[in-house]
C-alpha cells in the first residue's frame, strides 16, 4: 500500500515537471500576439501624433464639448431689487403682531340695586374720594377687595363716612352690595370710628408785638 501511494507522488510530480517544460517551450517558439490594451494605447498615440501634425491642440475636442454644454445652460434671470416701501410694510406688520397683547383693564365692580331697598336709609355719599385718595377701606375687618370696590361704587370712599352711619344706614349699606347683615356682624362703624385721624386744631401764632419807639431826647 506504501509502494502505491509512492509511486503516484512520484507519477504525479513527473507531470508536473513535465507540463511546465512544454508550456516554456510553447511560448517561445509561439508568434508574441498584443493584447487588446497594448491596441489601445497605440491607437491612442496614433491619434495624437495625427494631431500634432496637423497643429491642434489634443484637448480641443475637451474643450469645445465643454463650450457645447455651457451653451445649453439657459442664463439665469435677474433677481429684482426689494422695494423699500414694500419691506417698509413688512417690518411694521411684523412688530404689530409680535407686540405683547395688552391686558384688558379692571372693570369695576358694579351693585345691583335690590328691589327691597328704597332710599329712605341711604347714607351720606360722595362722588369722588377726596383729594382723589380712598382710604383702604380692606383694613376694616370683613371687607375685602370685592366689597371695597361695592362700597366705591355707592360712594363711600373714607373711614369717617363709615363711623358716622346709624343702625339703619348700616343695614341699607349692607343689603345693597349683597351682604345682609356683614356691618352689624363685623362692627363696620366702630372699626372705622377707631381708624379715624383725629383733626388737630392748631392755633395761630400771635406775631411778636414791635417794642415801643423811644421817645426823642430834646437838645438842650
Known amino acids: ?66 463650450k457645447d ?26 412688530r404689530k403682531t409680535a407686540a405683547p397683547k395688552k391686558a384688558p383693564a379692571k372693570t369695576e365692580a358694579k351693585v345691583v340695586r335690590s328691589p327691597r331697598q328704597d332710599d329712605k336709609n341711604r347714607p351720606a355719599v360722595l362722588k369722588t374720594a377726596r383729594r382723589g385718595k380712598p382710604d383702604k377701606l380692606t383694613a376694616i375687618n370683613g371687607i375685602g377687595t370685592v366689597i371695597e370696590s361695592k362700597l366705591f361704587a355707592l360712594g363711600i370712599f373714607h373711614y369717617d363716612q363709615i363711623a358716622g352711619w346709624t343702625t339703619d344706614e348700616a343695614a341699607w349699606v349692607s343689603e345693597e352690595i349683597g351682604f345682609p347683615g356683614r356691618a352689624h356682624r363685623e362692627d363696620w362703624i366702630k372699626q372705622a370710628a377707631g381708624l379715624v385721624k383725629p383733626v388737630v386744631k392748631t392755633k395761630p401764632t400771635a406775631a411778636p408785638k414791635k417794642p415801643a419807639p423811644k421817645p426823642a431826647r430834646k437838645r438842650s
Open 1 to 66: 500500500m506504501v509502494m502505491f501511494i509512492l509511486s503516484s507522488l512520484f507519477l504525479i510530480a513527473a507531470a508536473f515537471i513535465i507540463g511546465a517544460i512544454l508550456g516554456n517551450l510553447s511560448k517561445r517558439f509561439s508568434a508574441k500576439r498584443d493584447s487588446v490594451s497594448e491596441n489601445s494605447t497605440r491607437a491612442a498615440d496614433a491619434r495624437l501624433a495625427s494631431l500634432s501634425l496637423l497643429g491642434t491642440a489634443a484637448n480641443d475636442d475637451v474643450k469645445k464639448s465643454a
Open 69 to 94: 454644454a455651457a451653451a445649453m445652460i439657459p442664463p439665469a434671470e435677474p433677481v429684482p431689487a426689494p422695494d423699500p416701501a414694500i419691506s417698509d410694510r413688512s417690518t411694521r406688520s411684523a
